[in-house]
């Protein structure tokens, strides 16, 4: 071994060649080959090498303690009892707390040292008076233990308390709820009163969806790639940040080792990774299938403590005070990232002004042929990623953010409250308060490959979480507009509520669209098949809209599946898809299915607004029609054949 090796951070080496902070553990019986390894690993990542040791698995958490404990002569505690005074999260940050009073003799303080504090307690030689150790883990749960009910109240109302107007606790306001109830009287009352004035109320909507569709198809304008446009140089190991990530998991113990199997395989040194699975807390079955896999040490498991409203930006506050990374990035428990994903972020935040906070990372389905929702959901998901939400960016708009493979500064994302529990959409949400507080997001070119719902049922479910989040981010960013104009300007705002509230309205009113249209087909068609000028049975049809704006809503309903398939086109040329090209024609009805959602989701927002349809992953596709009627005919010819069977002995 080199003398660089020799004196890697962590403390002197001593005769054995070995960094200090783990030489020790060859008196307790750990193999000399696996203290080399913790070694090398710690120099080229400059870390201190009991950090290597423990992050890469080499040596188990609770081994490496005792052990520790022992050298030092400190009571080892495999569930410490913290005092009162223990304070969240600055003492479980710190690796150490107080103990709950005891008898005389007994130890005051808990430590669950990291790395350079391991170094110092094997340097002293024995531990301080009153001194006892515990593992981080026996340490974080003591911890949630003892303050589980402020991390929870912090977790749901931190960011609501603290800045009410950016979050949806309690619904719209008192001002927007009587806004919505004089447009509604006043519609109904002009209606009554008035001729034309749903007519005119139709020619505006359609105007504005025209313009939403204009600023889509802008966007297929822009020049992106699904890949870095210039190779990146490579960051050495040891100038590398720590990341944190964050990772919600609900009712996921089917997909928690093939998560572990890619988190592990992302090209970043595992000693420089934080990651922290965020785990209910009467989610028993994950909690268990996590402990099964015995994770090395860059793993956390985090309880989070039950409360309400039970949903993901609730589970991802309550770890966010934890993240020791320069940069957190959040991602679903059935993602796949990109190896160097991480890396990239990385590198492009060095690129880039501090003010930009937020990276966002290309999302891709990789079930696209388990069925046709899955390749629709796949399409959509490129148009939205590979085109829409790039071109947006590189036009200087702010983007709602997708789920997951969101990257942060840290620091920044703690600034702004983090992420708010109250909304359905937390992804929507904070892409555009990061917006309103003068902070930028950017394009990652670098693919997440995600898991398309495959039934119906759960397609919907998520759709119309969806958009009754969609809802909840407009009205919560339509409560203060000043201080939206201020930052962003007038246009810029207007583009943002347009972007979301139009993809709303537009779902809901699309089944009107196609009832408006194929009225004035069928009228075509009737004046070109029956004689006369004005066929009765053709006014009926186009009844009670007057053809312009019969025309004008079909104008626009074609101009916006162009648009859309025009986008759909783009985006699949760019993923490289080209075999869901034969798809797109079928746009028309999955859009339908969408107008569904966004229906569901408006009444879900009447009833249970904080509700929250969990999408349950690593399900098998649903057996195709005639996999369906082959298992039926299976089952009628098997019950024939057991019922003359039965009968046989009677014969």
């Known amino acids: 071994m080199s003398d660089a090796e020799n004196r890697a951070p962590g403390g002197a080496a001593d005769g054995e060649g070995l960094p200090g902070d783990i030489a020790f553990l060859l008196r307790h019986d750990v193999p000399h080959a696996t203290l080399v390894a913790a070694a090398r690993a710690a120099r080229t990542s400059a870390v201190p090498a ?8 080499l040596l188990g958490e609770e081994r490496f303690y005792r052990a520790l404990a022992a050298e030092i002569g400190a009571p080892f505690l495999a569930t410490p009892r913290l005092g009162p005074h223990a304070r969240m999260p600055e003492s479980l ?152 990530i964050l990772v ?42 996590i402990d099964a896999l015995s994770l090395p040490g860059a793993f956390e498991t985090i309880v989070v403590p039950p409360g309400e409203p039970r949903t993901k930006p609730r589970a991802l506050n309550a770890a966010l ?16 990232p990109e190896r160097d994903q991480l890396r990239l972020a990385v590198a492009a935040f060095d690129r880039e002004r501090p003010d930009l906070a937020c990276l966002q990372a290309r999302l891709a389905i990789h079930n696209a042929r388990d069925g046709w929702l899955p390749a629709l959901f796949a399409i959509e998901y490129a148009a939205l990623f590979d085109v829409i939400n790039p071109g947006l960016i590189r036009l ?116 009107l669209t196609l009832v408006v249209v194929a009225s004035l087909v069928a009228g075509g068609i009737g004046a070109a098949l029956v004689p006369g000028p004005d066929p009765a049975w053709v006014a009926a049809a186009l009844a009670p809209l007057p053809l312009p704006i019969a025309i004008l809503a079909t104008t626009t309903c074609a101009w916006g599946l162009a648009t859309t ?5 783009l985006a699949l040329r760019r993923r490289g898809r080209r075999d869901l090209v034969r798809l797109v024609p079928t746009i028309p009805l999955y859009l339908f299915l969408v107008s569904v959602g966004a229906w569901r989701g408006l009444h879900d927002l009447v009833r249970r607004p904080y509700h929250w349809h969990k999408t349950s992953h690593g399900l098998p596709p649903p057996p195709t029609p005639g996999a369906r009627l082959a298992a039926r005919w299976s089952r009628i010819v098997h019950r024939r054949g057991s019922g003359r069977r039965e009968e046989a002995p009677a014969e």
């Open 396 to 511: 200087g708009l702010p983007i709602p953010l997708g789920g997951t493979s969101n990257h942060f500064r840290t620091a920044p994302l703690r600034a702004i409250g983090g992420w708010d529990a109250w909304n359905v959409t937390e992804d929507a949400d904070i892409g555009l308060r990061l917006a309103a507080l003068g902070l930028r997001t950017g394009d990652l070119p670098s693919a997440t490959w995600e898991e398309a719902p495959t039934r119906l049922g759960q397609w919907l479910n998520q759709r119309s979480r969806w958009m009754k989040g969609f809802v909840q981010t407009l009205l919560t960013h339509t409560r203060d507009p000043r201080r939206s104009i201020a930052v962003l300007g007038a246009r810029r705002v207007a583009i943002v509520w347009l972007l979301v509230g139009g993809t709303v309205l537009s779902a809901l009113l699309y089944p």
């Open 321 to 336: 005070p934890l993240a020791r990374g320069t940069f957190t990035v959040v991602f679903d428990a059935e993602d796949r």
């Open 93 to 244: 940050l710190a690796g150490r707390a107080p103990l709950a009073p005891g008898p005389p003799g007994a130890p005051a303080t808990v430590a669950a040292p990291r790395g350079a504090a391991v170094g110092a307690l094997v340097a002293r030689g024995r531990a301080p008076n009153g001194l006892a150790l515990a593992t981080p883990r026996a340490l974080r749960e003591a911890m949630l233990a003892l303050h589980g009910a402020a991390v929870a109240r912090r977790a749901a109302h931190g960011l609501a308390d603290r800045t009410p107007h950016f979050s949806y606790r309690g619904g719209p306001s008192i001002g927007q709820r009587r806004t919505i109830a004089l447009v509604a009287l006043a519609i109904l009352a002009g209606a009554a009163v008035l001729d034309g004035v749903l007519v005119a109320l139709g020619a505006l909507a359609c105007v504005l969806f025209v313009v939403l569709a204009t600023i889509r198809f802008a966007t297929c304008l822009e020049s992106v790639a699904t890949a870095p446009l210039r190779a990146v140089a490579r960051i050495p190991d040891a100038d590398l940040p720590v990341y944190t």
């Open 565 to 569: 398939c025009a986008v759909a086109g």
């Open 50 to 57: 009991c950090d290597a040791l423990l992050a890469r698995g």
């Open 248 to 289: 919600p998991l609900a009712d996921e113990a089917r997909v928690v080792r093939r998560l572990a199997e890619d988190l592990l395989a992302l090209d970043y040194p595992p000693e420089k990774l934080d990651i922290k699975l965020l785990v209910e807390a009467d989610d028993g079955a994950t909690a268990a299938a």
